[in-house]
């Protein structure tokens, strides 16, 4: 088992709609999760971290962790062609940050 | 967040010859990491670079292919010696502090020929 697994993609959606992307990882003492961006021939970025069980939202982008079920999510709401990348999540424990293998998402115009 | 520049940005390389690749943090971190990318493929950990200490590496990769030094706590090199076509890929360095997520530089892309 992976460490942390991330939903085979592609992803296809509509320009407009909600994208929806998961994550599970499998260390019950991972602190903290972020999602990283990649666009083609770049570097990943970081666009949402989340510490606590909840939601955590930021213009069009929710996180969503839920630590007893050992899963994050990140929602993009309002889909835009801008969007189409690899999504990368991240788990940190001490010392370590474990990439998934990514989602890469294609939202049509 | 700090910022990570990493150099050379691209090289194209002779089969057989050797490339140094420069990671320089602008503030102190704990971790500095060596990433190898496919195009369209996930990230491969190749070894945490230690301050002041030998490099751990992970399963598959070893020091005599892929030297690394890290003689501060802002500053890294990892060398791709002996190279192959099959060394062409995106190398990728990264950052962490405790109180910080993952950065990364801009990345090296490499072809030998």
């Known amino acids: 088992q992976k460490e942390v697994e991330q939903n085979s993609g592609p992803l296809s959606v509509p320009e407009g709609a909600i994208a929806s992307l998961n994550c599970t990882y499998s260390d019950r003492g991972s602190q903290s999760f972020f999602w990283y961006r990649q666009y083609s021939g770049k570097s990943p970025e970081l666009i949402m971290s989340i510490y606590s069980n909840g939601d955590k939202e930021d213009g069009r982008f929710t996180a969503q962790l839920n630590k007893a079920s050992q899963y994050v999510s990140l929602l993009i709401r309002d889909s835009q062609p801008s969007d189409s990348a690899t999504y990368l999540c991240?788990?940190?424990?001490?010392?370590?940050?474990?990439f998934g293998d990514g989602t890469t998402l294609t939202v049509k115009p | 967040s700090a910022v990570i520049s990493q150099k050379p940005s691209r090289d194209i390389c002779q089969r057989g010859t050797s490339l140094t690749i420069q990671c320089q943090v602008d503030?102190?971190?704990?971790?500095m990491f060596w990433y190898r990318q496919q195009p369209g493929q996930s990230l491969t950990l190749i070894a945490t670079?230690?301050?002041?200490?030998?490099?751990?590496?992970e399963s598959g990769f070893v020091i005599d292919k892929f030297p690394i030094s890290r003689p501060n706590l802002t500053f890294s090199t990892l060398t791709v010696s002996n190279m192959s076509p099959e060394d062409s890929s995106i190398y990728l360095c990264s950052a962490l502090s405790p109180n910080t997520e993952a950065f990364f530089g801009q990345g090296t892309r490499l072809t030998v020929v």
């Open positions: 991240a788990v940190k424990v001490p010392g370590k940050s474990t």
């Open positions: 503030s102190q971190v704990t971790m």
């Open positions: 670079a230690n301050q002041g200490s030998e490099a751990t590496y």
